[in-house]
C-alpha cells in the first residue's frame, strides 16, 4: 500500500482527478467570505487587537481550517491537503530568510551609520523653489534606505509637513501627497521592505528579478510624478527658508558622518547588478555594515552594549535604538533587526497554509477559473488582478492581504497564459502595495493620515504616484509593453 505521506505531484494531481467532487462557485467561495467577514470584524469592531499582535496570522488560520473542512465534505485526502501545504512553505523558504537578512540589514546600516548619513545629506538638498519635488526625492531616498514608508514619514515626513506648511505656507494636502509619493516609491522598490520581498515571494519569483522588473512601470510614473510635483512647486506662492538646522545638528552629534558610509549601500548594490545571488548579496551588507560600524561608530556600539561585538549581534537578530534629543529622529533611529520581521514572516506561513488548503480542494482555481470567464485575454487578467487588490485593500484593510490572497489566487492563471511570474508580482505591487494608502480605513491610510495630520481626502488627489501606479500597469498590459513570456514561450 502507498504511502500517502511520499505522494508524488502526479500521485496528487491523479488523486484530485479520481476522488475530487468539482467543487460549485458557491463552495469555493465559502473559506473566502467567511475569512474577509473575520478580517473585518476584527478591523472594524475589534480594533484589530481581538486576537493580539498576530491576530491577522490566526485568522488566516481559521480560514484554513474552514477551507479543510470544505475539503473533507468533498473527499479530499488530508494528505494530499498537508502536501500542498507543504510544497507551498518549502516554495518561500529563501523569501523567508532573505526577510531576517533584511532585518539584519536594516539594525547594521542603522549602528553603522549608513541611514542616518542618508538622511543627513538628503535634508540638505532642500529649497523653496523645488521644495516639492525635493521632497518626493528624499521621501523615497530614506523610503529605500530603511524599506519602510511608514518610518519615512513618521520622521522625515513629518519634518517636512512642518517645513512646506509653517515655514512656506503650503496646502497641508500637497505637501502629505508629495511625500507619500516619495514614501511608497520607496517602500515599493527596497529589498528592505517586506512587500517587496512578499510580492515575488506569493507570484513565484525572486526578488531582485521582481525589482528590476519592476523598474519598468515604476521609474516612468516616479517621472510624471515628479513633473508634476515641479509644476506644482514653481506656480504656487512661497515664503520663508527651509530650515532643518535642528535635525542635521542632531544627526551630525549623534554620528560620524562621512560618504564613505555609502560605500556600504554602493557594494550591494554593485552585487545585485552583477546578478549576486540575494542571499549573498544582502549578507554580505550586512558583514560590510559591522565592519564600518566598528570603524566609524565606536561610539554608538559603546552606547548600545559594554561590548561592541554585542552591540552588532543585538543589531543584528534584535531591537536597536539610538537615542537622539530629538524625539522625531528618535522614531527614525530604531531597528527590529531580525525580530522585527517576525510578523511578516508569520503572516507569510500562515498565508501559505491558507493557499495550500484553498489549492488543495480545488478552491483557488474554481475562483480564478470564475473570474477568468471575464478576462479571457491577458488585459483583462492584468486588470483582473488589480481589481482584485483594490478590492481586498478596501475589503480587508490591509496591503498584505491584498499582495497575499491575489497572488495565490492568479499565479496557476498567470502560469496557463505563460506568462512569466514576475509579471504578476508587479502587478501585485502596482495595485496592492500603494494604493492602501488611499484608503481611509486601511491601516496604511489611517497611519498616514494620524502620523502626518491629513485627512486622507485632502491628500488623494495629490498622492500622484499611488493612483497612478495601478493606471501605469494596466497601459502597459493593454499596450503589451515589456509584458515577459516563460522562457518555453520565446521564439
Not at 518549502?90 to 553603522?112: C, E, N, Q
Not at 523645488?130 to 521632497?135: E, G, H, K, Q, Y
Request: a neutral charge; one cysteine or more.
Amino acid at each position: 500500500m502507498q504511502d500517502n505521506n511520499n505522494l508524488s505531484d502526479i500521485d496528487i494531481q491523479n488523486q484530485k482527478i479520481k476522488d475530487n467532487k468539482e467543487l460549485n462557485i458557491w463552495e469555493a467561495l465559502v473559506p473566502v467570505v467567511l475569512l474577509m467577514l473575520m478580517l473585518a470584524y476584527n478591523i472594524f469592531y475589534a480594533d484589530g487587537e481581538a486576537l493580539g499582535e498576530y491576530s491577522n496570522q490566526f485568522i488566516l488560520l481559521i480560514g484554513g481550517g474552514i477551507a479543510a473542512i470544505v475539503g473533507f465534505f468533498n473527499k479530499v485526502r488530508v494528505s494530499i491537503m498537508i502536501k500542498e501545504v507543504w510544497e507551498n512553505l518549502k516554495s518561500v523558504f529563501i523569501p523567508l530568510m532573505i526577510l531576517l537578512l533584511v532585518g539584519a540589514l536594516a539594525g547594521t546600516w542603522l549602528v553603522s551609520g549608513v541611514i542616518p548619513a542618508m538622511v543627513y545629506y538628503g535634508l540638505q538638498v532642500l529649497s523653496p523653489e523645488i521644495f516639492l519635488p525635493a521632497s518626493v526625492i528624499i521621501a523615497a531616498i530614506i523610503s529605500v534606505a530603511t524599506g519602510s514608508s511608514w518610518t519615512t514619514s513618521a520622521t522625515v515626513g513629518v519634518a517636512l509637513i512642518g517645513i512646506g506648511t509653517s515655514a512656506l505656507g503650503m496646502s497641508p494636502g500637497i505637501v502629505a501627497g508629495a511625500i507619500i509619493s516619495g514614501a511608497y516609491f520607496g517602500d515599493k522598490m527596497s529589498p528592505l521592505s517586506d512587500t517587496t520581498n512578499l510580492a515575488p515571494a506569493m507570484a513565484g519569483t525572486d526578488l531582485f528579478t521582481h525589482i528590476k522588473y519592476m523598474a519598468f512601470t515604476t521609474v516612468p510614473t516616479l517621472i510624471i510624478t515628479l513633473i508634476a510635483f515641479t509644476i506644482i512647486s514653481l506656480t504656487i506662492e512661497t515664503n520663508g527658508t527651509t530650515d532643518v538646522s535642528g535635525f542635521l545638528n542632531t544627526i551630525k552629534s549623534t554620528f560620524n558622518i562621512t560618504p564613505y558610509l555609502f560605500i556600504v549601500p554602493l557594494a550591494v548594490i554593485a552585487l545585485i547588478l552583477l546578478k549576486t545571488k540575494p542571499l549573498v548579496a544582502l549578507g554580505s551588507g550586512v558583514v560590510l555594515a559591522a565592519i564600518f560600524a566598528f570603524i566609524f561608530q565606536p561610539e554608538i556600539l559603546d552606547s548600545i552594549s559594554k561590548s561592541k561585538s554585542s552591540a552588532i549581534i543585538n543589531s543584528i537578530f534584535t531591537d536597536t535604538q539610538i537615542i537622539t534629543d530629538n524625539e522625531k529622529l528618535n522614531d527614525l533611529f530604531s531597528s527590529g533587526g531580525m525580530k522585527g520581521m517576525l510578523w511578516t514572516i508569520f503572516l507569510i506561513c500562515c498565508a501559505m497554509v491558507f493557499g495550500g488548503i484553498m489549492d488543495a480542494i480545488g478552491a483557488l482555481a474554481k475562483i480564478t477559473k470564475s473570474l477568468l470567464s471575464f478576462a479571457s485575454s491577458v488585459f483583462g487578467l492584468f486588470a483582473s488582478t488589480v481589481v482584485s487588490c483594490l478590492g481586498l485593500n478596501a475589503i480587508a484593510s490591509d496591503q498584505y492581504l491584498a499582495i497575499v490572497i491575489p497572488g495565490k489566487m492568479f499565479k496557476k492563471a498567470y502560469e496557463d497564459k505563460e506568462l512569466a511570474p514576475e509579471n504578476l508580482s508587479r502587478t501585485l505591487e502596482d495595485s496592492g502595495t500603494v494604493t492602501s494608502v488611499l484608503i481611509p480605513w486601511n491601516t496604511c491610510g489611517a497611519y498616514q493620515a494620524g502620523v502626518l495630520g491629513v485627512h486622507t481626502g485632502d491628500y488623494f488627489m495629490y498622492a500622484i504616484f499611488n493612483w497612478l501606479s495601478p493606471i501605469t500597469t494596466l497601459i502597459y498590459a493593454a499596450f503589451r509593453i515589456k509584458i515577459r513570456m516563460l522562457a518555453s514561450k520565446v521564439k
